[in-house]
């Protein structure tokens, strides 16, 4: 039996990973579960998982507690996050919060030497370097939940001793694919969040429209296979059925199919090295006739090219392009600012504060806040 702790279990990824334990009762129990706000949501859960810790980073006061759930230890805020990625017993940490926030989360697990499952990019974006570090000290290496990731990771498996030459990152192009700057520029919320293969949540979803998501997986590539950026080629791919891909010497691309479904990639990294059953059905090849491949476009998506620039610049450059890319996305979510907008403040941070040292975590932390300030500057 594993013991699995879920920071983030109201969200999209966490209720995937809770559909996999409940099909799984034998073999996963889980031990704490938290969110950000969404109580009920997270009490629905708590009484059917019965973990022994739950948490709210918002906060809840004890009288707020329904009676029936008081079997279970309540906390708040960052306290929550942290003993649900340390203190609680656990053998498997899934991260799977929103932003940087995770970072702390996962350097957490990692010290109490915990098996960490990450979904959340930005704790590699911003603290690659740490993050592995502490992962190679402890001898407890990442399992990718990112689909891409994990397609890379399973495509390793399969390689044995060789070592991949290359990287195939595929993205689905989103919404967005076969508009021209103009029309992205003015995009609108509700276009956005319109994404045409994958259910995700929202921020995860307008960076797939800006392809600032795909520029983060760049980075989260780059340290968790340690593949140099030059290595790493993005491919459009529109019908996501090929996850990503894997060149060695020999001339040989190993890739990973499936259908676009989070709770793939979710039981595998549960699992590892096992498979288990998912209720996710193969992908048909012959309803799919055939797949198509693009190259990207940095003309009408600069974020592909703002990616390449700040992993070229090192220290905590992506460190500011994922504070100033939160701000801003936050701030189009809210309806302040057109869609375009995003660019242009990612690059205004980028432009000003691309120099920023990330030594270490109050460097990283002192970057991403930096970067939050100018890109919400008007
Ligand atoms: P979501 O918005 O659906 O859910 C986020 C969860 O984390 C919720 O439970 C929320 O309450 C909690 N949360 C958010 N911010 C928090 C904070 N600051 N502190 C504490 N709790 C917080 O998000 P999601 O789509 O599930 O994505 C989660 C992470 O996984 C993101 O980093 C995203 O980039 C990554 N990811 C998601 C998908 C996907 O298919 N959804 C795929 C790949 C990677
Ligand atoms: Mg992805």
């Given at each position: 039996?594993?013991?699995i702790?879920i ?7 966490g209720?995937?990973?809770?559909d996999?334990?409940?099909?799984h ?19 629905e ?6 973990p022994?810790?739950a948490?709210?980073?918002d906060g ?13 230890r309540?906390?708040?805020?960052k306290?929550?996050?942290r ?7 656990a053998?498997q940490?899934?991260?799977s ?12 697990a990692?010290?109490a030497?915990?098996?960490v499952?990450?979904?959340n990019?930005e ?8 993050v ?7 001898g ?9 990731h994990s ?12 070592r991949?030459?290359?990287?195939l990152?595929?993205?689905s192009?989103g ?8 029309q ?8 956005a ?7 995700m949540?929202?921020?995860?979803t ?12 760049i980075?989260?590539a ?6 140099p ?8 791919h529109?019908?996501?059925i090929?996850?990503s ?7 040989a ?5 499936g259908?676009?479904?989070m709770r ?10 096992r498979?288990?059953?998912?209720g996710?059905?193969e ?13 990207p476009?940095e ?20 460190a500011?392009l994922?504070g100033a890319?939160e ?6 979510l ?8 995003i660019y242009?403040r ?10 920023l ?7 990283i ?5 930096r ?6 500057e008007?």
């Amino acid at each position: 039996m594993k013991k699995i702790a879920i920071l983030g279990s109201t969200g999209s990824i966490g209720t995937q990973a809770l559909d996999l334990c409940a099909r799984h009762p034998e073999e996963y129990r889980v031990t704490a579960l938290t969110a950000r706000s969404s109580r009920e949501k997270l009490f629905e859960q708590v009484r059917r998982f019965r973990p022994e810790m739950a948490g709210l980073a918002d906060g809840i006061r004890p009288e707020e507690i329904p009676e029936d759930l008081r079997f279970c230890r309540w906390m708040s805020g960052k306290e929550a996050l942290r003993a649900a990625a340390a203190e609680v017993e656990a053998d498997q940490v899934l991260v799977s919060i929103v932003g940087i926030a995770g970072l702390q989360s996962v350097l957490d697990a990692l010290e109490a030497g915990r098996q960490v499952l990450l979904a959340n990019k930005e704790a590699l974006v911003t603290g690659g370097h740490l993050v592995m570090d502490l992962a190679r000290r402890k001898g407890k290496p990442i399992l990718p939940v990112d689909s891409e990731h994990s397609a890379i990771f399973q495509c390793l498996q399969a390689a044995g001793p060789n070592r991949a030459t290359r990287i195939l990152l595929t993205a689905s192009g989103g919404p967005f694919r076969t508009w021209t700057r103009e029309q992205i520029r003015r995009a609108t919320r509700e276009q956005a969040l319109n994404h045409p293969n994958w259910s995700m949540g929202a921020k995860i979803t307008v960076d797939s429209a800006s392809m600032f998501n795909k520029g983060l997986e760049i980075m989260e590539a780059r340290w968790l296979f340690d593949m140099p950026a030059e290595r790493i080629q993005v491919v459009v791919h529109p019908e996501s059925i090929v996850h990503s891909a894997v060149a060695f010497e020999d001339g040989a691309v190993l890739a990973q199919l499936g259908v676009p479904d989070m709770r793939v990639p979710i039981g595998y990294a549960m699992a590892y090295p096992r498979r288990l059953t998912t209720g996710v059905a193969e992908p048909d090849l012959f309803s799919l006739g055939k797949l198509t491949f693009e190259k990207p476009d940095e003309e009408r998506f600069p974020s592909l090219r703002m990616a390449g620039e700040a992993l070229a610049a090192g220290g905590a450059a992506c460190a500011v392009l994922n504070g100033a890319n939160e701000e801003a996305v936050a701030a189009f979510l809210r309806g302040e600012i057109a869609f375009g907008e995003i660019y242009d403040r990612v690059a205004r941070a980028l432009d000003r504060l691309a120099g920023l040292p990330a030594g270490n975590f109050e460097e990283i932390f002192d970057a991403d806040r930096r970067a939050r300030a100018v890109a919400k500057e008007g």
